[in-house]
């Protein structure tokens, strides 16, 4: 059974993918791929990949967007803890 966990993104987004999170988790569920990597071209918030990263559906994610401010929010929290 899929919890109801969402993690919340530090940025307030418009249009967020965050209400699909539990269909993803079943999506890695149902299609044994838990533990695999998790890509997502147009990220935003990234609350989907945030989540299956903290609870283990994905063991990496690669996030990426258009949106140069985003783009450099995502680089920054990575490249400079």
């Known amino acids: 059974m899929v ?4 993690y919340p993104s ?3 987004y418009p249009g967020g993918k965050g209400k699909i999170t539990n ?7 149902v299609n044994g791929l838990v533990g695999a ?3 997502e071209p147009y990220a935003g ?6 989540s299956l990263l903290f609870e283990e ?5 690669y996030i ?3 949106n140069d401010s985003v783009f450099a929010f995502w680089n920054a929290v990575v490249n400079m803890p």
């Open 10 to 12: 530090p940025l307030r």
């Open 57 to 61: 559906y994905a063991s990496h994610i």
């Open 23 to 29: 269909f993803m988790k079943m999506v890695f569920l």
């Open 3 to 6: 919890q109801n966990n969402i």
């Open 64 to 66: 990426n967007d258009l």
């Open 37 to 39: 990597e998790y890509v």
């Open 45 to 50: 918030g990234a609350s989907v990949g945030l």
